[in-house]
């Protein structure tokens, strides 16, 4: 029973303190800065364990001599261990810095990386600015200012970032958005340097200003979890169900096999490069739509209609059952069987120049269908109205969405409709 009532106390001080915020990241801890809300939340942990105690047992209950020292003794015993853990925190975060981009215009975010430089014990290394909000990208003083989404994302895989500094809101701007989705996709932990702390960041939780970089009001940006039981659940779904798709349509791509060797010639079907989750890229499948003596281009758009295409191919493009053996893509794992359509690098490049959510439909496994396409924005649409419809569905990601997604592609495949858009 001592057992028991000790690891409940525990769990209850853990919890009382979480809800603080005491175990939230800072740049620049300090114990002393934290005892008012050890020593309010030690109390309320006592008066607690007091209380039920009185109530379960009148003959043990403690005196409040006891129960005042209980709590001093505790709040003094906390305070010091935390005083440790931060003094040998910043040691570490001296001998092991990790590498940083500090994000937002030039001025501003050279001033943050100038006292970064200048003040180890934060641990966090300046490897470059990136701005972008400024098209002109060059040198920082000593520090490389990145303007595009690709140059940032080149910097965090080459230097290894694993911290993010903002010095204004994320909203800002949409590329500046867009930039957060890329940072948390790559493990980054992000930080806003923001001395009016009113950053309000769609599906961001923003803690309460209580540290300081170097005079910086500094908060962390803490983003939702990325539920990765549900992922893998996905992922299998993904894999049984492209597995029972893949057997059970067997005779309809031989048929369709078949149907473009007789009309085209040989080379059935058509591999081609394309960008898939976090800008991997990955050979996708399809079946040959363009006549044997054309070649569909990395740089070409192709469009309905087009008179490269033979009447065979015509009709699987219009049919989608070119798309078939991408069945084998998701089985492979280099696709899902919803998620935000690929597509070749040369235009995902162009498009994420020209259209700033672009880039983000990367944080998610790219798919043979998904929220864009049942709304009718396949084949020459506007783009940035699939890069919308590809982000919300994102952000508002769950598996029964992918589940009604795929049982209204089914029935636009058998021309029937299922509800509204």
């Known amino acids: 029973a001592t057992a028991a009532a000790a690891v409940l106390l525990a769990a209850a001080n853990a919890a009382l303190q979480a809800q603080g915020g005491l175990y939230r990241p800072r740049l620049a801890p300090s114990a ?14 006592w008066c607690g364990a007091a209380a039920v105690l009185a109530a379960a047992a009148p003959a043990r209950a403690l005196p409040w001599n006891a129960l ?9 015993l906390a305070c010091a261990g935390r005083g440790l853990v931060h003094r040998l ?7 092991r810095p990790v590498s940083t981009l500090v994000v937002g215009p030039a001025d501003g975010a050279g001033a943050v990386a100038a006292a970064l430089h200048g003040r180890p014990e934060y641990g966090l290394r300046p490897v470059g600015i990136a701005d972008p909000a400024d098209p002109a990208a060059g040198e920082g003083g000593q520090l490389p200012v990145l303007a ?17 500094v903002f010095t204004r809101p994320p909203e800002a701007d949409e590329r500046t958005a867009a930039l957060v ?55 299998i779904i993904d894999s049984a169900l492209a597995a029972l798709a893949l057997l059970a349509a067997a005779p309809v791509m031989g048929a369709c096999a078949l149907a473009v060797r ?62 078939l053996p991408q069945l084998w893509n998701v089985v ?15 235009f995902v490049a162009k498009f994420s120049t020209v259209h700033p959510g672009y880039e983000a439909r990367h944080r998610m496994p790219v798919g043979i269908t998904g929220l864009a396409q049942i709304n009718g924005l396949r084949g020459d649409t506007s783009i940035e109205d699939r890069a919308r419809f590809d982000n919300h569905y994102i952000d508002t990601w769950s598996l029964w969405q ?17 509800g509204g858009s």
Request: aromatic share 8%.
């Open 332 to 346: 492979r794992g280099d696709m899902s069987l919803v998620g935000p359509r690929p597509e070749r690098p040369f």
């Open 148 to 164: 595009t989404h690709e140059d940032v994302r080149r910097a965090v895989i080459q230097n290894s970032v694993r911290c993010a």
């Open 402 to 418: 992918d589940l009604w997604i795929l049982a209204r592609t089914a029935a636009s495949f058998f021309r029937f409709r299922l």
């Open 89 to 95: 925190w910043r040691r570490s975060a001296v001998r």
């Open 181 to 235: 989705r890329l940072f948390h996709d790559h493990g980054c932990r992000l930080w806003l340097a923001d001395p009016a702390g009113t950053a309000k960041v769609t599906g961001m939780r923003v803690a309460h200003p209580a540290d300081q970089l170097w005079g910086y009001a500094v908060q962390p940006l803490l983003p939702r979890p990325a539920r990765p039981l549900e992922r893998s659940v996905k992922r």
């Open 68 to 76: 005042l020292a209980a709590v001093c003794l505790h709040t003094v």
């Open 32 to 45: 002393l800065l934290e005892l008012p809300a050890l020593a309010g939340r030690t109390a309320a942990l």
């Open 262 to 323: 007789l009309s085209d010639g040989p080379g059935v079907i058509f591999r081609q490069e394309r960008v898939g989750l976090y800008g991997r890229p990955f050979t996708l499948l399809k079946f040959r739509t363009l006549r044997a003596d054309e070649h569909e281009s990395a740089t070409r758009w192709t469009v309905a209609g087009d008179r490269r295409m033979s009447p065979v191919g015509s009709f699987l493009r219009k049919s989608s059952l070119d798309e």
